[in-house]
């Protein structure tokens, strides 16, 4: 009986989303597809790509292990040779590390027994023309402030992504000469807010929200719309936590500096990319306890999800302010 209701709620959640978008979602046993997921961007060496089995609704006992994987990630036909890095809840995840560049074409495909093949390709577009200020707005928070700017007058909307990672740096140098000085190293992801001075007009794209944070190629992303170039020059205003460099530790052996870098990756993102990272239809579908969910928004051939470039200007690994 509650699997019914389970299968009676979905068909209802379809019908309403079948008034808003195109769902393409496998509901026959024997016809499950593969769902990968990628985001390579140039200034990024390191690309994640995910894949899992997108299992039918009507099938809920089928296995998602995968089995007789063979994946293949190419930069204007050289091959980058991506490696197994984890696996997760079924979820296998592959790392390539390949610098890639604007105007590079990215194609990345995969295949598992007893699933179709998948396969996409991407172009890597310009970076967005920005550029950065920051200040400490009040204690323990850096603000930082993007003027994005676009000289090609009114058109069509831009979409745009930012992420701010982090390291922290142990410094230890000791009094003895003959010891060598120590470094120990690690990563920092920041809770960050927001906020544009757009809002979202468009229901086929994002919604509800002009701003919304997703899980991009392994950070932490917020990303936005402009307003179509009606306005040449829009102010994005992101805060983050803020800790000064100090010493952390002072004996008459060793001395310990801790120190903070972190750096800010502005992404122009393809309209298609934008669409598929709507929450709006993802978590409707997750309610409905599909994971990964199954949309149509995506470019994958032969299955699901999506594989898209993304442009990055970056400003490189920079200091706390006022050291």
Known sequence: MKTIHIILSFMLLLSVLSCERETDIPLKPGTGRLYLECFPSN????????????RPVTDLAAP???SGIRM???VNGESAGPELYSVDNDTYTYMVDFPIEIGDRVSVSASAEG??????VSEVPG???????????RYGTLRHRFTVRRKDGPGRKRYYGVAITGERRMETVYADPEKEPLTEVSCLQYDYGMSSPVESTDEDILGYE??????VNGMNM??????????PELEIVVDIPYEKDKYWVVTEEYSTYRRTLYRVDMFL???QAYEYLNPKVNESLLAAGLIPPFINGGNISGGYGIASCMGCYSSGWIGSPGQ
């Open 222 to 231: 917020v990303v936005f719309e402009d307003d179509g170039g009606n306005t």
């Open 269 to 271: 993102i393809p309209e």
């Open 127 to 137: 970076a967005p023309d920005m550029e950065m200020e920051r200040e400490i707005y």
């Open 72 to 74: 293949d990630f190419s």
């Open 43 to 54: 200034g990024h060496d390191t690309t994640y790509i995910s894949l899992t089995a997108a």
């Open 64 to 66: 998602g292990r995968l």
């Open 115 to 120: 699933y179709p093949s998948v396969s996409a």
């Open 210 to 215: 002009t701003i919304t944070q997703c899980r």
